[in-house]
């Protein structure tokens, strides 16, 4: 077999360890129903260690859902998700079924993962300063001097050192949601979960942002990144799902997805993509 | 029509002595109203449904009669189930409870208003839920209610006048009966009015300030 | 108690339901200029509309009442204490709900009302077909907790001298020697009053959902 | 009668109109009160003798004690029934009719206080009376003779009366005639503390002092002294207060 | 000189005439100031009668003000806007200056100008059919049958016939959009104003708008477009202008300038569409 076919054998969440390389985060059967609406219907994914993954799809078809349940903002209704191992909010129990895992233990493994919001959801009543070193001090318990210390340092990282006294409401966009990066970097997660993270941006300060975010890809961060800016994901991507109607339609490396479009759904979906950028390239 | 201006000056310190004790019940009673209030909006947002239950028909009941009823029940109806209050301590209580009502749904509102994803960034982050609601629900929520609070406190400071039912000796009471006295009601009433929307222009004006300095924190 | 006396007070109530249901109407007639000129560039206009506000909320509806009641004859007009009543309730709920009607006006995406403007409609149009509905569902909340309030402040209008449902009660309360009973019940009647207005407007903020869920 | 003749005076008018307004507080037993629903005391039966001696029908209109001098001022109504203890005070600002009652204070208490057995019982004790009425001042007078009286103002007498019942105060001050019959409808609750602690005075309608309403408080006074002789007043006394006053036929001046 | 030459010539607004693709409406001079913030500085523009014009430029640029000010929506403080000829807002005064006009003027040559707005600003109160027939009932004073009649035929050319009676709260992004449109058509514009059409809709949603624009288009319909949908851009307008910095940087025909951007900001400009749509099309 090719490396691309056995990364894709990869992701199906059934096969592959722990080993360099291996999966960070495993969902396996996962569904997950609002009322009388099933928006996610047994997802299995498997995100490697050290690269991007993208998950695309149209519109209400559960990408921000499946997101959130991977930071337990949603319990899912079945199925398991393990961090390195560690199974997050429900374990197997031996006999088959489920077993709600303590409080602790969620806040424990959630530890893991760092996550961007569409909205920025800054605190407007801190400065970024105060937004990124709040968990600082009251999670990690550092001092205020420390906090600080290294809440600026990440500041720094996303460029925004002379920004840092600075409230959410004298911020661009883009600058509201490289703090709200930082403040999710503060914390030294694992693994980054971004839902549309420039989505609510201007175009032209679109750019700032998809750049932090790819020096963090190159820096080896694993991250799982839902988005409609095509071009960064066939850029920086390594794996790629896409979703439809709460199922996973197919999965695979970025570079086979996107040369050759092989399922109709997906072509489709890129298509309306090209329609309204194509012209400019011929 | 004549108005006796010398009347006028000459009630005017005791017009005070009586504005001294609106002010003191007013911000007295306020500021525990908003405290109960605080509670009761807590409890009902995090308490089991039976607290919900529990606090939802008093509240409803407080916000649904007129504040003198109120007064008139806990002042001479508490004897009958052994709550004897002196006037000073009806009138205080009295209007803490009547306000309590109040401010409990306003800064329950206050609580829904603040976006849930500013809560969830800091589940996120790890916080914990006192954490979540001392560092972020309620420096936020405060920013969103601040006019409204002001004005329910506006509100509450009218209301007092209704305390002189039960003989505490308030602005209303004590410039009314310098009326009563002199035979001029006029004076008295005019007196009355100005006292009054002096405080208020005073209190709305305090209140703007407030808001111009917390400007800064408000997202566009 | 006997049926009697909760007749009477059943009788009390018909008139304070009466007297502030022709009080809310009313003072939304008159908020809405109030509110238009509280918001409006020109000068005077701007004042007068922020003067009726700022006096109307700062002085005790007791006393706005007493001195319709007893300073207006000083200059001529006498009103009968039941016009007085309602006059003096609409005026004082004319500036709260105009400062209700301000915040929403000041709430309509102005993209709307540029969007008027484009297809060629004047700005009596636009302040008839665009602003006020939409202002007035915006703060319909808050319009129907105005007129809460006012019902129950009704209650002071006994001081000019209209025999409502506080007064029935203070009235039997003396000649029955059962104050408490009395008051209870008038209590109760209050809350049965204003659960009408919280259904009327829980109807209302339903009837113009306008294809909300 | 020299002025009766102008055609605009108050008189006239009310002739005119067919009816007299009269102002009053319905909280004011046996004077004024409300029972089983319906306005009834002396001084509705009294007002329908004077409706009758003038050709008029009469109007009531009820508001708290307070409003009711200031609606005369006002005016909201041609005489107002209360009635009010004649004062020298008053006297100055309103013209009264003749007396129609005694009007000396006295105290009224729990019953069964033991504690309280004449008037300077009260020393050390709470007392209550209406605001703004002519009881308060007697009261405030005689309490500066005694060692701390507590005095508490109350905006109606039945106020001060579920106070005195709930154990507040010790004790309400108010004119004898009104706190016999409340000690008469509730003699379980309270009693009577004999004698009158006030000194000698009378009770009056008001009119106003002006020339304009001359002509009519003389035809209401001229009503009440022939009610007087002719006994119907005396009627009325025995029906309400189970007792007659003797009341001279012109305003006294008042002792204070 | 070769065609394109004259139709650049043509776009500077100093010459061309009222003839056959002549000039709908020119701007000679135009500056706008916010407080001490000079918006748009001495702009000169002239949008050909019967064919697209686009405005494009990076955010801030001043785009919206323009067309806001072609619409007399925003007053500009110098320069003179004709509309088929006549002066809107204001007249230059023989000796020099301007002329404020009276507001019935105003009203009577915004007539010739429909506008469609990014947020669609349709009222909430009034159903598709209540949005596009209210105009026709107050200002054409048509009898509500009349004016509901004609609306209903506009709705049919932006294909919502069937959505007439549903609230813009029960309408997708795309069809309030499309509503919107329908609702300024119905009032027979010369001229059509379109701020960012798509650019509050989702990716999905964008494709049916442009698609009603692209008729438009097709139908002769006179039209200025501020947009970040570069392909559409391409495809159909006649006309770019790019603007930055309140200034006009270039104008002249689409063609030529897609196909070689000369001018080095809007190589920039393009450039950072490349970068995020590029990626795909490899
Ligand atoms: N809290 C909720 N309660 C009920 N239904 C919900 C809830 N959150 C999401 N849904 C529904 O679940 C479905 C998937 O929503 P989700 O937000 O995950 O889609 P998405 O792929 O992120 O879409 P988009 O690209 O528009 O953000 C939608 O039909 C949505 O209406
Ligand atoms: N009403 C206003 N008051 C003050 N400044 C304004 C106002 N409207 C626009 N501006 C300023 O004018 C400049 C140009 O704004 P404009 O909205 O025209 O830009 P744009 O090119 O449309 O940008 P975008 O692509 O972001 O919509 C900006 O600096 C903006 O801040
Ligand atoms: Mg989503
Ligand atoms: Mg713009």
Known sequence: ?282 | MTLDLDLILHSIPAALRGAGITVMMWIGGGLVAFAIGFLVALARRYGGGWVRWGLAGPVEVLRGTPFLIQLFLLYYGGPFIGLRLEPYEAGFLGTAIYGAAYFSEIIRAGLEAVPRGHVEAATVLGLTRTQTVARILVPEMTLLILPSSINMMIILLKETAVLSIITVPELTLVVTAIGSAHFAFVEALLLLALIYWGIVEAASALGRGLEAGLARYRMV | MSWKYFELLALGAGVTAIISALAIAFGLAIAVPIAAASLARNRLLHRLGRSYISFFRGVPLLVQLMLIYYLLPGVGINLPSTVTAIVGLALCTAAYQAENLRGGFLNVAPGLIEAARMVGLGDRQILLRIRLPIAFRLVLPAIVNEAILILKSSSLVSVVGVSELTRMAQNLSTSTFKPLDMYAMAGLLYLLLNWCIAGGGLGLERALHWGRR | FGSAAKADDALAKVKAAGELKVGTETQFAPFDFIDAGDHVGLNVDVFNEIGKELGVKIVWEDLPWESVLPGLDAGKFDIVAGPATITKARMEHYRFTVPIADATCAILKAAGDKSIQKPEDIAGKAVGAGKASSQMDQLKAYAATLKNVDIREYVDNSTAYADLAAGRIAGVANSLPNIAYVAQQRPDTFAVVEPPFGQKSYFGYVGRKDDDHKSLMDAIDQALVKMKHDGRLAALEKKWFGLVFDTPDTVPTPNF
Chains 1, 5 share one sequence.
């Open chain 1, 1 to 282: 077999m090719d490396p691309s076919g056995a990364a894709m054998t990869d992701l199906t969440g059934k096969a592959a360890g722990l080993e360099a390389g291996g999966v960070a985060l495993r969902i396996e059967g996962l569904s997950k129903t609002f009322g009388q609406n099933t928006v996610l219907k047994n997802v299995d994914l498997a995100v490697r260690h050290g690269v991007v993954t993208c998950l695309l799809g149209p519109s209400g078809s559960g990408k921000s859902t499946l997101l959130r349940c991977m930071a337990f903002l949603e319990e899912h209704d079945a199925g398991i998700i393990t961090v390195y191992g560690e199974p997050l909010g429900f374990a197997p129990k031996p006999g088959g079924g489920r077993l709600r895992l303590p409080h602790a233990q969620v806040v424990r493994v959630r530890r893991a993962i760092g996550m961007v919001f569409q909205q920025f959801n800054l605190w407007p009543h801190m400065t970024a300063l105060g937004n990124v070193s709040e968990a600082l001090k009251r999670v990690r318990g550092l001092s205020r001097r420390e906090a600080e210390a290294r809440a600026m340092s990440v500041l720094e990282r996303v460029d925004l050192a002379d920004r840092a006294h600075h409230y959410p409401s004298q911020l661009s966009g883009g600058q509201q949601q490289r703090v709200a990066i930082a403040r999710a970097l503060a914390m030294e997660p694992r693994i980054m979960l971004f839902d549309e993270p420039t989505s609510s941006l201007d175009p032209e300060l679109t750019g700032e942002v998809l750049s932090v975010m790819r020096h963090l890809a190159q820096e080896g961060m694993t991250m799982v990144v839902v988005t409609h800016e095509i071009g960064f994901a066939a850029q920086v991507a390594s794996d790629v799902a896409f979703l439809d109607k709460g199922e996973i339609l197919l999965r695979g490396l970025a570079k086979d997805v996107f040369a050759k479009p092989w399922h109709p759904r997906l072509a489709d979906f890129l298509e309306t993509y090209l329609d309204r950028g194509a012209a400019v390239l011929v």
